[in-house]
């Protein structure tokens, strides 16, 4: 069954650090997504990006940036001079049907 | 921006009492979702649905989950007989549902807090 390991539980940085959030999965399906959404204080869940299994390029939006990596089933995120409007628990996620797995989060912790 | 509504925000029950929660899909999408999160744990699917009929479901959703879209806009999660361990957050998602289904984009909306005394 696949399953989605976020190692890092918490993270504390202070401002305008970079930070990596680490994300690695494990499947035996050829086909897939994998995906970054956002759950600030307030709850909601935001959508960051959604990669297929087929796409490794490198993707960067602003201060954020996403690896894939296939050989080590990796999709790990890098927020570039952080804020602390960035404090939010950060979940990776894998799908190939209608349902998506979810990591347990790793909870970003951004100091003035 | 089109966005999942879901109502109440936050509902207090009492054990064995009947919930009902809400969700108001965005308007053009064919696939909903409920997935739970409780309290210090990762966030877990429940069911998906589309054309009227569950698509998947969990082993957590078992015959005390049933799930309805009783008219155009609204997809409701109905408890019948709640237990304290299913006090959790309940969100509702929904995507395009167009094409290739498969590993969709799924926009959640904003949970309701349920807790079980």
């Known amino acids: 069954a696949q399953k989605v390991t976020q190692a890092q539980t918490e993270i504390s940085v202070v401002e305008k650090e970079d930070v990596t959030l680490d994300c690695v999965y494990e499947t035996r399906d050829t086909t897939y997504y994998l995906f970054w959404y956002k759950q600030p204080p307030s709850g909601e869940l935001v959508f960051l990006i959604r990669r297929n299994s087929f796409d490794e390029q490198n993707e960067i939006s602003g201060r954020y940036s996403w690896n894939f990596q296939k050989s080590t089933s990796s999709f790990n995120f890098t927020i570039t001079a952080s804020q602390v409007v960035d404090s939010a628990v950060y979940f990776c996620?894998?799908?190939?049907?209608?349902?998506?797995?979810f990591g347990g989060g790793t909870r970003l912790m951004v100091k003035p | 921006e089109p966005e999942v509504t879901q109502t109440p925000s936050h509902q207090v029950t009492q054990m064995g009492q009947e919930v009902i929660l809400r969700c108001v899909p965005i308007s053009n999408h064919l696939y909903f979702y409920w997935y739970r999160q409780i309290l210090g744990q990762k966030v877990e699917f429940l069911v998906s649905?589309?054309?009227?009929?569950?698509?998947?479901k969990s082993e957590i959703f078992d015959d005390q989950f049933s799930v309805e879209r009783p008219d155009g806009s609204n997809f409701t999660l109905k408890i019948r007989s709640t237990k304290l361990e299913d006090s959790a957050m309940y969100f509702c998602?929904?995507?395009?549902?167009?094409?290739?289904?498969?590993?969709?984009?799924?926009?959640f909306g904003p949970g309701t807090r349920l807790l079980v005394l």
């Open positions: 998602a929904s995507s395009e549902g167009v094409g290739n289904q498969v590993g969709e984009t799924q926009y």
């Open positions: 649905f589309y054309n009227n009929e569950i698509s998947e």
């Open positions: 996620l894998w799908g190939a049907g209608n349902m998506l797995t």
